[in-house]
């Protein structure tokens, strides 16, 4: 049963222009979101977080939005660049996943294009 | 400022064989955590560990696999006699604290174990 879900497994963006993935969850008792980013051969790397008590967290070009009701967040990326092209996971704790650690997503593959 | 390292990087075992895994946290990180990713899955979570503790191992499967985190030296993850489902990239992960929102983990580059 999965918990956290990213419906897509690639996105392709043209460079520039914004990049929205998508991830939603079932488990209420999650209290935080994570997002990573990952490149082949290489771990994850911490790109932004939000709180259950917020709505939206922002950090450069990296905007995370979250609606409760809706169990779902997002990851906007603006404007869009070659770099980005990666992995993105969605992760979430405090449901159980180990002693506050995470339960991640299957991932989302974006390509920028050029 | 190292980050957490992990080795090796690539292993190779036959069926039968024994596994280890080592992973050093970033410094100044206590808690220490494994994850597993198969091909086209996410990251899951294995086990967690503070120095010689094993807090939390709901993730580990129950024969096999074992983990440790010494007052000194790296946290090891063996895995005995092999078999070929075991074949994924291992990621070891640490932090300052616990609580995720304000101590995110701090992810190695892993290692990819491939069993023939």
């Known amino acids: 049963d999965q918990q956290v879900k990213q419906n897509s497994p690639s996105l392709s963006v043209q460079e520039g222009r914004i990049s929205i993935l998508n991830c939603d969850y079932t488990n209420s008792m999650f209290d935080y979101f994570l997002w990573y980013k990952k490149y082949p051969a290489e771990g994850p790397t911490f790109l932004i977080s939000i709180s259950s008590i917020k709505d939206k967290n922002e950090d450069g070009r990296f905007t995370v939005f979250l609606n409760k009701s809706a169990k779902h967040l997002s990851l906007h990326i603006v404007p869009s660049q070659p770099g980005d092209s990666a992995v993105y996971f969605c992760a979430a704790s405090g449901g159980g996943g180990g002693a506050d650690g995470l339960t991640f997503g299957k991932g989302t593959h974006l390509i920028i294009q050029p | 400022n190292a980050g957490v390292m992990q080795n090796p990087r690539h292993l190779v075992r036959r069926r039968g064989q024994e596994a280890r895994l080592r992973c050093s946290p970033m410094k100044g990180h206590s808690h220490v955590y494994w994850y597993r990713q198969l091909p086209e899955e996410g990251l899951k979570f294995m086990v967690y560990?503070?120095?010689?503790?094993?807090?939390?191992e709901s993730g580990m499967p129950k024969e096999r696999f074992s983990a440790e985190f010494p007052k000194e030296g790296p946290s090891i993850l063996r895995i005995q006699q092999v078999v070929r489902g075991d074949s994924a990239a291992y990621f070891c992960?640490?932090?300052?604290?616990?609580?995720?929102?304000?101590?995110?983990?701090?992810f190695g580059n892993g290692t990819r174990l491939t069993v023939t």
């Open positions: 992960a640490s932090s300052q604290r616990l609580g995720q929102g304000d101590s995110p983990l701090h």
């Open positions: 560990l503070q120095k010689e503790n094993i807090i939390d």
